[in-house]
């Protein structure tokens, strides 16, 4: 049996600002410049989710339709058209940074994909514009 | 001599929120859907800006360095990184659709192209994101 | 009141074979070459759809969501994961080239925006490959 | 010397049906849905083809030129404009998945490398359509 | 009959040089720039060539097999992987514009399309990057 | 906390040649194609900096605005708009394969996130065009 990895991308529209409660409006600007504007800004967020494991007799190693499914219905109306500050639980005192932002999307869909073991999630890849992405691989990474 | 029309893409990052302050809660919430919600979205929009004249002598219709620089220094600050509800002066009462924000940016760009006449302003493509876009040729189109 | 172009982008995942029954098959191969493979071959097809109207109150040509419900509910099922020659009613006798899936795909959608006058479709662009595509801008272009 | 990996990038256009002769027919429905349409239906596939090794004096891994005759002479004429289910005979008896496409292509691709040893694949990278694709290093991954 | 617009889109990568052999070097540098560096700089070319026509019985406007053949017999070994101020007869004495190109571009296309009749050039689309392009749509328009 | 790559992706133009001066006309030709025609040929260049580190109480890894000034200020102008051949002091007697550039930006950039410790490089990607490109991981990989 062979070990693949699928990915499925997503994309879902957010806006967020980037500032930090514990530092000063002048340390703030410093720190995050254009990103810290008070009414915020946004991006077209492009998600890639990665799930690695043994292709079954099926020829897959995980149903595609799964993966979408746990992605259209618990994962992107959490983020999608919301403003990343103020509208997502699971992001609430948390810098929506993209870093931030792969890290709790990580545990999110992790635990979704908990029934589908032994698939595992091994990769988050988060494209917040054309020219910056970041790459998550998990916390024993 | 023949008509050539050149165009610039760049990048801008913005949040916004549809809302008609001339409606009820109901009626927005009905007429724009996710698009109302009170902390507002984001987008990675992608502006085409397609200038049209006689190429001339230097092989140019225009000097890109000049339209950059037009895009760079005048237009994209306004809207980069702002919220085009709150942050954008030439937005004021106006509803940040794509549609009335390419009608909005071609007045702005034309007004800082007038000093490149007989090359004129022919397109503002405007995409929201990879599948939403819009297109507008002017007022006289 | 502005004109102002609106396009929805959709993919659609598709087979086909060209192959005009009234040849020989000597002859389709000669006019179709590698894509008269008698088992088929396929396309993500690409396909975006342009309306034309006036900017209304809203902000809006028309409202996308409409445009979107029409190509997901009405058009895009009779398409996607189809075999062109076999599967779709309205391509009944035609040779899907991307030229005829174009103008018939013209046909379904200017029949379900006629509830949407004076919007109009202006212009049905379909993608076949990177490498190739066709535009239709209607039966008096 | 430096180990670098090189990766060259291809297209191919194929139709495919998902179904599982050991299964009935409503048991291939359940299982793969819309990709058991008894027409099949197609995709333009994506595939990245990469080969890692030591930098050699003349500034390359592997001529490229050698990699590229490779998927242009022996790999792509077997599966471009193809039916996966019928007409591929490295896909006979094998559900065409694009896991399972994905490591029969690297047996096909890994037996054309043997002559350029030590260079070697170390990944086949294919998309099925923009929001899905597989990764695949080998038997011992 | 159907009047429909057929695209094919090819790449080629050559290097260019924007000097006026009319002007000094001083007004050489003021005018072009960076683009003036003596030694040159290169691009990957994306060029869209579209040709209109009826649509035949065939489904076809015009055999993409012949437009294909007319870009890659003709026209790109005249441009890919060559220097387009020194390497290439149509453009001597030409200053090698995106501008320039494209109506040279034209006229090397146009002609080999005289046996194509009544089909016709409508537009050359010319991608010097990502972010800059220039379209042609003739001496007429 | 946790370990998170960030990438920067951008772009310059840049002409080169593939020609080993210890090699004769007849041996370079054969060797590197039409890559080594006399006059040198382009691409627009994508680059991809990949930074590991962990995400700092900021929420970022490391300030994307650093990263960003070390590229434009430092990287891109020595590259941007060159010949790879002869405007390039680091490249000075290497053949210019994107092989060859990718290491030799490795240790441009790696020396300049010197500072930014214990972030670290850890990879480089360079395409050529948008069907080759090449990974660097490093002297240790």
Do not use: Q
């Amino acid at each position: 049996m062979h070990t693949v990895e699928i990915t499925r991308v997503e994309e879902f529209s957010a806006s967020h600002r980037l500032h930090d409660p514990r530092l000063s409006d002048d340390e703030n600007r410093a720190l995050y410049g254009i990103c810290n504007n008070p009414n915020g800004h946004g991006h077209n967020y492009e998600l890639h989710v990665t799930v690695a494991g043994k292709v079954a007799e099926s020829g897959m190693v995980m149903n595609l339709t799964d993966l979408m499914a746990i992605l259209a219905e618990r994962v992107l109306p959490t983020v999608d058209h919301k403003h990343l500050n103020h509208d997502v639980p699971f992001l609430d005192g948390i810098i929506p940074t993209a870093e931030n932002i792969a890290i709790a999307l990580w545990n999110e869909i992790e635990r979704e994909l908990a029934p589908h073991e032994p698939c595992r999630l091994v990769r988050i890849k988060l494209h917040e514009s054309r020219s910056n992405y970041v790459e998550y691989r998990g916390p024993s990474s």
